[in-house]
C-alpha cells in the first residue's frame, strides 16, 4: 500500500513504505515475484511513468460520460505506448492494453 499519509496498518500483508514511489518499486521491480499493480491512483501512476517504471498498462473504460476529470496521459506519456489489445465487455466497457 502506497499512501501519502501514514495509515494503521489493519489489512493483512500491508507493508509501510517510508521512501518515495519510484525509488520503492525500483527495488521492487528487481526482486523475482509476480506483476504489480496500481488501482485507482493518477498521480502514483503518473509519477511511476515519468521514472520509467510502467511497461505495460490495462486501462478499463466504462460506459459513461462525465464530462470532465483528470487524465493519465498528460503529455509526453502518450507517444510512448502502443495499443496491443481491446477486449469488450458484454455492457459496453472496453478493457484496453497498451505496452511499451
Do not use: C
Not at 33 to 48: A, P
Request: hydrophobic letters at 40%.
Amino acid at each position: 500500500m502506497l499512501t501519502s499519509s501514514t495509515p494503521a496498518l489493519t489489512w493483512a500483508g500491508s507493508t509501510f513504505v517510508a521512501t518515495p514511489a519510484p525509488e520503492y518499486v525500483t527495488a521492487l521491480k528487481q526482486e523475482t515475484g509476480g506483476d504489480i499493480g496500481i488501482h485507482g491512483s493518477i498521480d502514483l501512476t503518473r509519477s511511476l511513468m515519468r521514472a520509467g517504471l510502467v511497461d505495460e498498462l490495462r486501462l478499463v473504460v466504462a460506459p459513461a460520460v462525465v464530462g470532465q476529470g483528470r487524465r493519465v496521459f498528460d503529455g509526453e506519456e502518450v507517444r510512448s505506448w502502443q495499443l496491443t489489445e481491446v477486449e469488450r465487455g458484454k455492457n459496453g466497457t472496453l478493457f484496453l492494453d497498451y505496452s511499451r
